[in-house]
């Protein structure tokens, strides 16, 4: 084959279109033209870039899993920064169930207590760890990943941080039991009946 029909625009195609799509799948928060975004052309002063909403967020009586967010929707001056915090709370023996961040890796470091974590990647292995306390994990970005608290006695405290302003969540247990998806398609999906499938969807799914 000559040299030159490798040249041809025809040959190039499928290469460009790779190249694009690997840009596309690789991509992070978009670069800003700006030091910063305003949400108005209002002036702004230091309380924009500043954010209180985790004061007091550990609650010694909360029952439930917890989850304080700060990311772009609950602190506008994270647009275009690339970055976010959440601050997970986990009374005895709470789960937070597997979910994944479609748009962001997520380094979380335990602040107090000890935490089994764990991912799925895409050939199905599962990479779990039991943490202590000062203990940091990466879950890669939008793997499958959980966090459960064990200790049937001590609360856990743990802090996120996220490549993304808007990380995204995406609960599976949620998005697979609440959102009307045909009962069929689930029993058939799951090797079970659709009873057994109605008994989830009924239950307290979060
Ligand atoms: C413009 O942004 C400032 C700072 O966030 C805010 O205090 C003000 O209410 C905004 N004004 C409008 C019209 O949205
Ligand atoms: C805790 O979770 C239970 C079961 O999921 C639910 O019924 C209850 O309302 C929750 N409590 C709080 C304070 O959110
Ligand atoms: C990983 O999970 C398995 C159960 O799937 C458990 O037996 C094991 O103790 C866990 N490992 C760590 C380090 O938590
Ligand atoms: C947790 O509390 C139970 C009952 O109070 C006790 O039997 C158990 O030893 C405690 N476990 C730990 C790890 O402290």
Do not use: C, W
């Amino acid at each position: 084959m000559a040299i030159s029909s490798f040249t041809s625009p025809m040959l190039l195609l499928p290469l460009v279109l790779l190249l694009a799509i690997s840009t596309t799948t690789q991509a992070n928060d978009p670069d800003i033209l700006t030091d910063f975004v305003t949400p108005n052309s209002s002036s702004v002063d230091a309380s924009f870039f500043t954010y209180s909403g985790l004061r007091n967020f550990y609650n010694p009586d909360q029952k439930n899993f917890t989850v304080v967010k700060a990311s772009m929707k609950e602190f506008p001056a994270l647009n275009g920064q690339s970055v976010s915090y959440a601050v997970l709370q986990f009374p005895p023996a709470a789960v937070n169930p597997p979910h994944t961040h479609p748009r962001a890796a997520e380094l979380l470091v335990v602040m107090m207590g000890t935490l089994e974590v764990g991912f799925v990647d895409t050939t199905n292995v599962l990479y779990n760890q039991t943490l202590q306390e000062g203990d940091m994990f990466v879950f890669p970005k939008g793997l499958v990943h959980f966090q459960y608290n064990r200790n049937h006695n001590q609360s856990a405290i743990a802090v996120s941080a996220f490549g993304s302003a808007n990380a995204g969540l995406l609960s599976v247990p949620k998005s697979v039991f609440t959102t009307g998806i045909d009962e069929n398609v689930l029993a058939m999906s799951f090797k079970t009946d659709v009873p057994t499938v109605q008994k989830i969807e009924l239950g307290n799914v979060v």
